[in-house]
């Protein structure tokens, strides 16, 4: 039961801003990241991971980043990635350690060995000389 003299705490609306500072990007995170509210997309930092030249790491600044959940881990997870695709550094110190463990966590677990379906792709140069040897 709560108590009646608590205030509710309603959510703060989540922000995303990004900057580029010298040779890294840098993404402000403010606000209430909560998978129940309605979360900024990451599409513009994946633009800017995109640019031409493109920044040599991603940093994040949570000063004023209020509670978070799995909302805000999902959210990173992307960051993550489209860093990875472009081979940029992803430096999570200014992450909450909590976050950081759950990415760290996320990225650790390997596939099970066969687990994967793999599919052959044999070029097409390779399907005519098959064909050929198969008419002899």
Known sequence: MSNVD???KLPRAATL???QVDAALRVTLT??????AELPSTQQVGRALTRTPGPSSV??????????D??????LIDVY???EAQAIVFDD?????GARRLIALAFAVKAREGAERKQRKTSFVQQVGEGAQELR
């Open 81 to 83: 990635r489209d860093a």
């Open 31 to 36: 606000g209430d990241w909560l998978v129940s």
């Open 93 to 97: 110190r200014g992450l909450p350690d």
């Open 17 to 19: 801003d990004v900057r």
């Open 6 to 8: 608590e205030p509710i």
């Open 59 to 68: 940093g994040f600044d949570t000063t004023a980043l209020g509670r978070w």
């Open 70 to 75: 799995s909302g805000l881990v999902t959210r």
